[in-house]
């Protein structure tokens, strides 16, 4: 009787399959690695905008001086004082200038804005208010 030799054998049907699966494996651990990699990446670190604001706000208390015509001011939402700030003329360096740091609680939003010297004589409007951290419930300064 002759043999019909079209089909495959359970072996070798087996064997494909362990192939085949230890691919896709090595496939899907290697995307899975990668989405990891991108959401940790892409992830927002909720400290991160703290941090820029200590850091800004620690030099600016560090850099702070007693300077005539800008007075020290400060309510539970606001803070403004006399310190170095960076000249808005390029190049110049730090010049004394007045700082202000508001909180809104509406919004729930600190900002910083600063002005330099001139500015604050000329009573210049200052430089728009730049967002310093986002999603602050409380702050009292």
């Known amino acids: 009787m002759p043999r019909n030799e079209s089909g495959l054998t359970l072996i070798e049907l087996l064997v494909t399959t362990a192939i085949l699966s230890v691919i896709s494996l090595a496939i ?7 989405i990891k990699v991108w959401q940790r990446i892409t992830r927002e670190i909720p400290h991160e905008e703290l941090d820029i604001f200590f ?14 015509g800008i007075s020290f001011l400060g309510t539970d939402e606001m803070l403004e004082f006399a310190t170095l700030v960076n000249s808005p003329l390029g190049g110049a360096g730090s010049t004394p200038g007045r700082v202000r740091y508001v ?10 804005s600063q002005q330099d010297y001139s500015q604050v004589y000329t009573g210049e409007e200052a430089a728009k208010e ?3 951290a986002g999603d602050v419930t409380s702050l009292k300064f």
């Open 28 to 34: 899907y651990s290697s995307l899975n690695s990668g």
């Open 55 to 68: 850091n800004k706000f620690a030099r600016d208390l560090h850099n702070a001086i007693r300077f005539t």
């Open 103 to 112: 909180y809104d609680p509406g919004s729930h939003k600190l900002t910083r």
């Open 130 to 132: 730049q967002p310093i």
